[in-house]
């Protein structure tokens, strides 16, 4: 090799270098972006509000079998708060002790029940079950005869309007029922809808199911079915849902859009996961922030998707847990309220007219809204492994320049204020999210 060469052979090499020196980072960074998730950056379009924000999504409980008495009576004031729309309860003929045989039926502990779940201000949702046994029913007469005294009870004697009726807790656990084989939930469904619709002939109330442990394409293929074939009423499907990750909740969702082309009559079918949580065991995040994060991240992402979600479950049971939570509930078993119980409150804040937004991101999440002349928007960073943190934009588009008040309001904090100067039609607030906090941020023009 000549001198030449050798003198050459750098100033060659240094487009190359520049290559590698300027695109290599980006190429790492854009992989690390892909392998971790997105970063949020969300605009708001405050002229154009849709329809409501319903407040519906959130505003429902359920109440597990943990003591055979009126465990709502205690905490009515409590609930009352949290403007609940409907309470669900299971365990109405094991626990309550309603048929005496015969035909002879005592109401009156489950009367207690449902009078307290009024009291709240909500409506019941009466989870038809159990059998002594929690097995099929040995006489499908004494079934029928015991569904429809109970739909008349409420409906048609206490006179109360808009009860649900779901068919069964779990059937795929309790009872062993199956989709295609015997003991066969369409049998249970076909029985139990005709009696409620004989027991509350003549008032307003809806009935549905099946109320599984988890959402299930052939149950709710099988249920559409039966109800088209059989011409019995199913007005809303129904299943549970316990998990940390807010992406299986939208899966099911998915999956359901999937099989609603095949049965277009029930396309606009009212929706219920009737029981959520994110651990169907007992966990400590029953008792501390996590849940109630999570909570209002599943709002965020669940809303228009879902008509109603039950928060799994209004009040603890009696007994210590062994790895030392108190239980599911937002309230615990001597009153006292926990984070899921002030995440109903924190949403409740929120209200009026959707407005269109973008921009969501792998952790941090939002809605926003436009209630007269406030913009609200609801922004949460969920993040189970407890590590993202980020700053977001949010930018808020269509604005009339002037002075504005900005009020955040943090998720279990003193929010605080601040005045700012909007000088085009375009205002962007950046917000620095920990992991698992939430925020409400309240936009609204300063009169002169």
Not at 14 to 25: G, K, N, R
Not at 326 to 339: E, L, V
Not at 401 to 421: D, E, V, W
Request: with cysteine; charged share 20%.
């Amino acid at each position: 090799m000549s001198l030449i060469s050798k003198k050459v052979t750098p100033f060659i090499l240094l487009p190359f270098l520049f290559i590698l020196i300027y695109f290599l980072p980006k190429i790492y960074l854009d992989l690390r972006k892909s392998a971790s998730g997105t970063l949020a950056n969300i605009i708001v379009d405050t002229q154009n509000p849709g329809s409501n924000l319903s407040s519906s999504l959130w505003q429902n409980l359920a109440q597990g079998g943990e003591e055979p008495t009126d465990m709502i009576k205690p905490v009515i004031n409590q609930l009352r708060l949290l403007r609940p729309q409907l309470i669900r309860v299971d365990h109405l003929f094991d626990y309550y002790q309603v048929d005496k045989g015969n035909g002879e039926y005592d109401f009156s502990r489950l009367d207690e029940v449902v009078g307290s779940i009024i009291k709240t201000g909500a409506r019941p949702l009466l989870s038809l079950s159990y059998t002594p046994d929690s097995k099929e029913p040995s006489d499908w007469n004494q079934w029928n005869n015991l569904v429809k005294a109970t739909a008349h009870r409420y409906s048609i004697e206490k006179n109360i309007s808009g009860i649900y009726y779901e068919v069964w807790n779990e059937p795929d656990l309790f009872g062993g029922w199956h989709y295609a084989k015997s003991p066969n939930y369409s049998t249970l469904y076909i029985n139990s809808a005709r009696a409620v619709a004989q027991g509350a002939k003549g008032s307003i109330y809806k009935v549905g199911g099946p109320a599984t442990t988890g959402y299930y394409n052939n149950w709710v293929k099988s249920l559409f079915a039966t109800a088209s074939k059989n011409k019995v009423p199913l007005d809303f499907i129904s299943w549970h849902k316990y998990s940390k990750k807010i992406s299986d909740y939208l899966k099911d969702f998915d999956d359901l859009n999937k099989i609603l082309s095949d049965y277009p009559q029930y396309f606009d079918i009212e929706r219920l996961i009737t029981e959520i949580g994110p651990n169907s065991e007992p966990d400590i995040w029953y008792d501390n922030q996590l849940s109630g994060i999570h909570l209002i991240s599943l709002c965020t992402q669940l809303s228009g998707k879902i008509h109603r979600l039950f928060t799994f479950e209004a009040i603890d049971g009696p007994s210590p847990r062994s790895d030392k939570s108190s239980g599911w509930g937002i309230i615990t078993h001597s009153g006292k309220t926990k984070p899921r119980y002030s995440a109903l409150l924190f949403l409740n804040q929120i209200s009026g007219a959707r407005l269109p937004s973008s921009g969501d991101g792998s952790w941090v999440t939002s809605f926003s809204t436009k209630k007269g002349s406030i913009i609200q928007s609801l922004i949460v960073n969920y993040d189970p492994s407890l590590k993202h943190s980020e700053t977001t934009p949010i930018t808020y588009q269509g604005l009339t320049p002037g002075q504005y008040q900005l009020k955040i309001s943090p998720f279990q904090a003193s929010p605080r204020n601040k005045t700012i100067s909007v000088t085009s039609s375009t205002y962007t607030e950046n917000l620095y999210l920990e992991p698992n906090t939430a925020f409400i941020l309240e936009l609204s023009p300063i009169s002169k």
